[in-house]
T-cell receptor, first 114, second 110 residues
Framework: DTGVSQNPRHKITKRGQNVTFRCDPI?????LYWYRQTLGQGPEFLTY????????KSRLLSDRFSAERPKGSFSTLEIQRTEQGDSAMYLC????????????FGPGTRLLVL | EDQVTQSPEALRLQEGESSSLNCSYT??????LFWYRQDPGKGPEFLFT???AGEEKEKERLKATLTKKESFLHITAPKPEDSATYLC???????????FGRGTSLIVHP
């Protein structure tokens, strides 16, 4: 069990550029979640997948954000036309579907938009 | 709407000074109550899952308890390495997506 991994760990970009983050979940986990966290706040849900299907998206999620999980394994989160307000820690978590699920988080990707 | 409120926002303790962190939740049919530890610049690290009122779980100096309205994380004789932000989250019967509190920032001074 190697845990959830995320790449890159840090990303600095200029406003208006597109960025893409990758998440590799724990291998036997079929659910994958993306969260955003800003300083002093708890993680805020963005979207989640069960296998390759995207089952839920936060209604607060801008159209500039898109996520994929093409083969039900790793996932990518893309932000188009980044804005300074997108600066945050982007967290990925995975779990195995059950009556009560415990999510295990990756180390996060810190995004800074200049 | 599900709500999770943690208190205090920040807590400073001397090494060995035991205390408790509070997590109050309002959800429709609790599925699970989760505690995580988060170090600066890192992702949350799983600590405990509690399922029903009256349940308790322990790990080293940490003990988590659950009632129908709140959960407590008791820290016994803390050490400086226990310094971190402790996050509480609750999932309700209608969703697999937990709602997180804002966390309690704990600093333990030697």
């Amino acid at each position: 069990d190697t845990g959830v991994s995320q790449n890159p760990r840090h990303k600095i970009t200029k406003r208006g550029q597109n960025v893409t983050f990758r998440c590799d979940p724990i291998s036997e986990h079929n659910r994958l979640y993306w969260y955003r966290q800003t300083l002093g706040q708890g993680p805020e849900f963005l979207t989640y997948f069960q296998n390759e299907a995207q089952l839920e998206k936060s209604r607060l999620l801008s159209d500039r954000f898109s996520a994929e999980r093409p083969k039900g394994s790793f996932s990518t989160l893309e932000i188009q036309r980044t804005e300074q307000g997108d600066s945050a820690m982007y967290l990925c978590a995975s779990s195995y579907s059950g009556v009560v699920e415990t999510q295990y988080f990756g180390p996060g990707t810190r995004l800074l938009v200049l | 709407e599900d709500q999770v409120t943690q208190s205090p926002e920040a807590l400073r303790l001397q090494e060995g000074e035991s205390s408790s962190l509070n997590c109050s939740y309002t959800v429709s049919g609790l599925r699970g109550l989760f505690w995580y530890r988060q170090d600066p610049g890192k992702g949350p690290e799983f600590l405990f899952t509690l399922y029903s009122a009256g349940e308790e779980k322990e790990k080293e100096r940490l003990k988590a308890t659950l009632t129908k309205k709140e959960s407590f994380l008791h820290i016994t004789a803390p050490k400086p390495e226990d310094s971190a932000t402790y996050l509480c989250a609750a999932s309700s019967g209608g969703s697999y997506i937990p709602t997180f509190g804002r966390g309690t920032s704990l600093i333990v001074h030697p």
